[in-house]
């Protein structure tokens, strides 16, 4: 692959440039190679060649990937100490990775550092910091970064809700459930296209673990009315649950 071909350009004693060493880290990123990313950049530094935004951001998407949150924060100060200016793309990999590991301390920092920078925020930016709050069950921050988002006009997607349903089930807060009603209430009411079984397999689970077996008819017509679809696994449960779909 790309790794191959930059050995033999350095063996034929043929110069590679930023660009050759950017596209091997961003290869070795994608395959969640983090180590190799990290190697190749510092050989690239060793070869005399200067790194450019690109690079830097590809090595920390290279750790963000592999959940290295303290590794992609030391190379974004790296990438200060040479001059470059962490960008969108630098930041989302940062979110990605404190998502990844639950991290939701360093998610809201790099979140409100983005907002007090005044960089682009997107809809993956604020499911990032939704993802790594619910890996947490910490219903608050999900509500906190929520609302960051829908005072920005920024529309929730299924992804949002999907993960603002995970983190009400792992919750062990007492209005749990309630919070979970509010969420899909507001998704019911922005009528969010969703799909697959990954929603209804977490409102099983949270109307199993709180006894609202009495809710689950209502929440599973509206969410196959916007697209859910049961698999195999979910449909036994339902009617372990007392779901019938004719009801």
């Not at 077996?213 to 929440?219: C, G, K, T, Y």
Request: positive net charge.
């Amino acid at each position: 692959g790309a790794e191959r071909w930059l050995r033999k350009t350095k063996a034929d004693a043929v110069s590679a440039d930023v660009w050759c060493y950017s596209a091997v880290i961003n290869a070795c990123a994608k395959s969640g190679a983090y180590k190799r990313a990290v190697d190749w950049f510092k050989q690239m530094q060793r070869s005399g060649v200067s790194a450019n935004l690109v690079s830097f951001n590809s090595v920390i998407h290279a750790c963000a990937r592999a959940g290295r949150v303290k590794d992609s924060e030391q190379w974004m100060k790296e990438m200060r100490r040479y001059g470059f200016v962490p960008d969108e793309m630098s930041y989302h990999s940062l979110l990605y990775a404190c998502a990844k590991t639950g991290q939701v301390e360093r998610a809201v920092h790099w979140l409100g550092v983005m907002i007090k920078q005044g960089l682009r925020l997107k809809q993956k930016t604020f499911n990032n910091v939704i993802q790594a709050c619910a890996n947490e069950g910490f219903i608050r921050g999900m509500e906190w970064a929520l609302g960051e988002m829908r005072e920005r006009q920024i529309t929730p997607n299924g992804w949002t809700f999907g993960a603002l349903l995970y983190g009400c089930r792992r919750s062990d807060e007492e209005d749990a459930f309630q919070k979970a009603e509010q969420f899909l209430d507001l998704l019911v009411a922005l009528d969010v296209p969703v799909s697959g079984s990954f929603l209804l397999k977490n409102l099983v689970e949270l109307c199993r673990k709180h006894r609202r077996r009495d809710r689950l008819s209502h929440w599973v017509r509206e969410l196959v009315s916007l697209g859910a679809r049961p698999d195999e696994k979910i449909e036994k449960q339902l009617r372990a649950m007392g779901y019938a779909k004719d009801e």
